[in-house]
Structure formats: structure tokens, C-alpha cells
T-cell receptor, first 116, second 112 residues
Framework: GAVVSQHPSWVICKSGTSVKIECRSLDFQATTMFWYRQFPKQSLMLMATSNEGSKATYEQGVEKDKFLINHASLTLSTLTVTSAHPEDSSFYIC????????????FGPGTRLTVT | EDKVVQSPLSLVVHEGDTVTLNCSYEVTNFRSLLWYKQEKKAPTFLFMLTSSGIEKKSGRLSSILDKKELFSILNITATQTGDSAVYLCAVVLNTNAGKSTFGDGTTLTVKP
């Protein structure tokens, strides 16, 4: 159990367009989901914490109007990169924690975003 | 500012060697420390540590936490090429959301 999926796994878009990335917990309920960004050969940088039914909490330096997060249900959170620019190109990974309160996070396979 | 520091940043060993990876932390509100292994894509969970001095073991991997000195180590014995990966240490903060702060990772390469 504890599978997290992300869709799409890879997306190319043009500058100025918006891209939506979905994160789903397939076999458990996740009150909290986390969105990370990872640059090549670097660690995971937390962007925001997404709580079901409430507004996301963004980390310092992350523009909430640019990276829109919606956590509409206990199994789905979405990240929308609005008006994408080439510098937004990165690997975006989501993770989810079980509602039972374990600190272990289950990671999705990631989404590679390339903005041309 | 919460900080998690891993060392070494990279390590190259030969099959059969034993390696020790280090993770030190300075955080305001510690709850737990987790180790993950990241190969090509998403990290996979290895261990969660909450108490000092209690070793967690899984096969050739083991880990222990020292909450007084604020560090943890991950040991891998009899390394295999399949152990080649980035090993990430994350500290979970004692907040409602259980936010994690990750270290930069240790890239382990095991040569045949």
C-alpha cells in the first residue's frame, strides 16, 4: 500500500502558458500533501504544504500566485504553474502523509517540466 | 533557520565495502528524522528515527539517532552496486503539518 501517483510524468510547454500537475494518493487518504522542487544534483526544496479543504502554506520565497495549489479531496492535490517561464523548468515531486499521523512521506514519481 | 547537513556529499566505494553516511541538524522543533533513498525518480523510505540510541535495522542497512549531539548515521555494510543512489536525510518538525527539511543528500556510487 501507500502509492502516490503524479500526472503527467513529463510535460513541455511554451512560455506564458499554464501547466497543471496532479498528485493522487491511490490507496490511502492524505490529509496533508507536500510539493517539492528539485534541481539537477540538488536536494528537495519544499515549496508548499497542502492541506485538504484549506489554503496551502507556502515556503518563504515561493510565489503563491504563480504556483497555485488546490487540495480538493483527501486523495488529490494539484499544482498549477501559471504563466510558466524557462526558469520554472524543473522536477516537481509531491508527497503525501497518511492521516494516521506517521511522519513517513510517500513520494510520487515526479513530473519533469520543461518550459520553452 | 532550520538546517540539515549531510556528509559526505559524495562517496565512491567498491562492492563489499562498508559506508557510513552522516546527517546533522539544527532545527527549532524536532519530531523525527527520516532517511530516504533516491535512485532515478522519487525517494523511497528507509528509516524513521525518533528516539536516541535505538538502532533501526533492515538487512544490510542500519541507522541510529543521537538527539543530544543532533545527528544521525546511516550504515550500509557489504555494499552492492544496487546501493548506488542519493541518500537523503530529512528532519520532520513538530508542527501540525509535519513539515520536513531535507539535507542536500549523499551521492553513493558503488563500483563492481
Amino acid at each position: 500500500g501507500a502509492v502516490v501517483s503524479q500526472h503527467p510524468s513529463w510535460v513541455i510547454c511554451k512560455s506564458g502558458t499554464s501547466v497543471k500537475i496532479e498528485c493522487r494518493s491511490l490507496d490511502f487518504q492524505a490529509t496533508t500533501m507536500f510539493w517539492y522542487r528539485q534541481f539537477p544534483k540538488q536536494s528537495l526544496m519544499l515549496m508548499a504544504t497542502s492541506n485538504e479543504g484549506s489554503k496551502a502554506t507556502y515556503e518563504q520565497g515561493v510565489e503563491k500566485d504563480k504556483f497555485l495549489i488546490n487540495h480538493a479531496s483527501l486523495t488529490l492535490s494539484t499544482l498549477t504553474v501559471t504563466s510558466a517561464h524557462p526558469e520554472d523548468s524543473s522536477f516537481y515531486i509531491c508527497s503525501a502523509s497518511r492521516t494516521s499521523g506517521s511522519d513517513e512521506q510517500y513520494f510520487g514519481p515526479g513530473t519533469r517540466l520543461t518550459v520553452t | 533557520e532550520d538546517k540539515v547537513v549531510q556528509s559526505p556529499l559524495s562517496l565512491v566505494v567498491h562492492e563489499g565495502d562498508t559506508v557510513t553516511l552522516n546527517c546533522s541538524y539544527e532545527v527549532t522543533n524536532f519530531r523525527s528524522l527520516l532517511w530516504y533513498k533516491q535512485e532515478k525518480k522519487a525517494p523511497t523510505f528507509l528509516f524513521m528515527l525518533t528516539s536516541s540510541g535505538i538502532e533501526k535495522k533492515s538487512g544490510r542497512l542500519s541507522s541510529i539517532l543521537d538527539k543530544k549531539e543532533l545527528f544521525s548515521i546511516l550504515n550500509i555494510t557489504a555494499t552492492q552496486t544496487g546501493d548506488s543512489a542519493v541518500y537523503l536525510c530529512a528532519v520532520v518538525l513538530n508542527t501540525n503539518a509535519g513539515k520536513s527539511t531535507f539535507g542536500d543528500g549523499t551521492t553513493l556510487t558503488v563500483k563492481p
